[in-house]
């Protein structure tokens, strides 16, 4: 069973930068679309980005779209999450999933429930 690991977590300012990274292991992350998410307190857990498995496809949350960038080394067996200019409504802990079947290529790339495998997440703290 493919197994998720995130890392890269941390307490950060306003406008400061981080990068997070979603570490596979016993299986290959290349046949798996791959989102993030994220919950905060007292929030529903939201859809923040997705890649294909190819990479060919990704999207983006109309709240961090030009400012989170995912990427996917395959032969690293990584994904990653770039997050600039970061703001305090993105304290949350975040999430990275692995989908079996294609979904970033459909209109419900944002949901949590077409993903098959979860990581226990990593908590992002933006304040100054």
């Known amino acids: 069973q493919l197994q998720l690991v995130e890392s890269g977590g941390g307490l950060v300012q306003p406008g400061g930068s981080l990068k997070l990274s979603c570490a596979a292991s016993?299986?290959?992350?290349?046949?798996?679309?791959i989102g993030w998410f994220r919950q905060a307190p007292g929030k529903e857990r939201e859809g923040v980005s997705c890649?294909?498995?190819?990479?060919?496809?990704?999207n983006y949350a109309a709240s961090v779209e030009g400012r989170f960038t995912i990427s996917r080394d395959n032969a690293a067996n990584t994904v990653y999450l770039h997050m600039n200019s970061l703001k305090p409504e993105d304290t949350a802990v975040y999430y990275c999933?692995?989908?079996?079947?294609?979904?970033?290529?459909?209109?419900?790339?944002?949901?949590?429930?077409?993903?098959?495998?979860w990581g226990k997440g990593t908590l992002v703290t933006v304040s100054s």
């Open positions: 999933a692995a989908a079996i079947r294609p979904h970033c290529y459909g209109t419900t790339w944002y949901r949590k429930d077409g993903m098959d495998y």
């Open positions: 016993r299986f290959a992350l290349d046949n798996y679309a």
């Open positions: 890649a294909s498995s190819s990479g060919g496809r990704t």
